[in-house]
Each structure stands twice: as structure tokens, then as C-alpha cells.
């Protein structure tokens, strides 16, 4: 038989969003249900902020040891070890995931339904052998790319957000297509990593106002990594 629960705050997806604002509904008393199908932490653990902050770290280290025979300090030849790289980053998910789980959301007073959810009708969701129903409820899924339709791309190996930390060795070419923040983001830093003769670009509209805020932000490490970067504004994709 099916649980019925009636929460005050149901939250569906266990991303940054859906976490913040089950954990803030918690502190204040109010009763919550967070619903979430796969990893709690969303893409943000696996293909977001996080592993995009320890590639940033790795990046850093790499432009002071790059930077430092300029001051008069040098040793061996300065090499960078892609596989060893995505283990950083994984060990980095593995670290904060703990901190996501559904075993401390429950100890801080969410309730935690790892199942996926669908609604019955606009006050009623079933998840799993549950039944929800709420006073409101918040859709906090995120989004996934889709991948364009550009001919011959099927014939070459790419990279999404989900795949792009998983790099193992250094490509000979790399284009990055959008121009929004993360695209330019994640982009100077592979350039960044793999350090060496490399023909990259970006290709895509002119950069949007987020991302001139996201530049702006982030300045240095964009002059760093990105000064001698092409950017190819408007331009059709073709095989």
C-alpha cells in the first residue's frame, strides 16, 4: 500500500537548487519531501561546479609552475597527466558527495525519496510506493544539453558536460561551440591543461550578458589561459 505523505514543501531534484531550498524549509520548521531520482547533488557533483572548481585548481597550479622560471625558480620539465588530472576531480566529487547525501539531509530534518516522481494530478505526485501530497511544490530538475544537429558530427569524437572531465589525453584540436559562461569557462581551462601546440576556438553568437559578468569576474584567469584564444562570432558549422 502506497504512503501517503503531505508535506507543506515538495521538491523535486536533489541539485544545488532543490537541496538549498529543502535544507532552508527544514531549518524553519517546515515539513519537506525531496524527491530525486539519481545521485543527489545533481550534474553540479558530476559535470558542474564542482569538478569545474578542481580543474580550475589544477589549472592554477600548472600556470604558477608554468609562471615561476621567471622568478628565478625551475625544476623538471613541466608536464601535465590528464588521467591523473580526472582522478583529482573524482576524488574532489568523492569528498563532497557525503556532504549531499540523503543520510545527512534526513538527519537535518528533510525527508529523502530516491525514486523518480510523476504527478497524478496538480496536487498529487506518486514516487515510488509514495504519495505526495503538498501545499506546493518546487521543480528544481536542472537541464542536460542537446546535442546539435550538425552534419558529420556523429563521425567524430566530442564531448559534453558529462563526458568533458573524463579527458585522459591531450587532443590535438579543440573547439569549443556556444559562447555562453560555462562554454567559455570550461573551454580556457582545457586550453589551459593542455598545454602545448593546440588549434582552439569558440564558435557561436556574441558572448551573452551573463557571460560578460561571468568575464568579468573572472578576469585574470581568462587573460591567463584564454589571452591568445580565437573567437569566432556568427560563423556556420559544417563537417
Not at 4 to 16: H, K, Q
Not at 71 to 81: D, E, H, K, R, T
Not at 95 to 115: D, H
Request: charged share 15%; proline share 6%.
Amino acid at each position: 500500500m502506497a504512503e501517503l505523505i503531505t508535506p507543506d514543501i515538495c521538491v523535486v531534484g536533489g541539485g544545488p537548487a532543490g537541496i538549498a531550498l529543502a535544507l532552508g524549509a527544514a531549518r524553519r520548521g517546515v515539513p519537506v519531501v525531496l524527491i530525486e531520482k539519481d545521485q543527489m547533488g545533481g550534474a553540479n557533483l558530476t559535470s558542474g561546479a564542482i569538478p569545474s572548481k578542481a580543474l580550475g585548481a589544477a589549472a592554477s597550479h600548472h600556470d604558477v609552475l608554468r609562471r615561476a622560471p621567471a622568478f628565478g625558480v625551475s625544476g623538471a620539465p613541466l608536464q601535465v597527466n590528464l588521467s591523473k588530472v580526472s582522478d583529482h576531480i573524482r576524488s574532489v566529487g568523492e569528498a563532497v558527495a557525503p556532504q549531499l547525501s540523503a543520510e545527512r539531509l534526513t538527519a537535518l530534518g528533510v525527508r529523502v525519496i530516491n525514486a523518480p516522481a510523476r504527478f497524478l494530478d496538480r496536487r498529487t505526485l506518486i514516487a515510488d510506493e509514495h504519495t505526495v501530497i503538498a501545499r506546493r511544490f518546487v521543480i528544481a530538475t536542472g537541464a542536460i544539453p542537446r546535442v546539435p544537429e550538425i552534419p558529420g558530427l556523429d563521425d567524430v569524437d566530442y564531448m559534453v558536460p558529462e563526458t568533458a572531465f573524463e579527458i585522459s589525453r591531450k587532443p590535438s584540436h579543440l573547439i569549443v561551440l556556444g559562447a555562453g559562461a560555462y562554454a567559455w569557462f570550461e573551454g580556457c581551462m582545457a586550453v589551459g591543461m593542455v598545454a602545448g601546440p593546440l588549434t582552439s576556438g569558440f564558435l557561436g553568437t556574441a558572448l551573452g550578458l551573463s557571460s560578460v559578468f561571468f568575464l568579468a569576474a573572472s578576469l585574470t584567469l581568462v587573460i591567463t589561459l584564454a589571452s591568445f584564444l580565437p573567437v569566432f562570432s556568427g560563423h556556420s558549422i559544417y563537417k
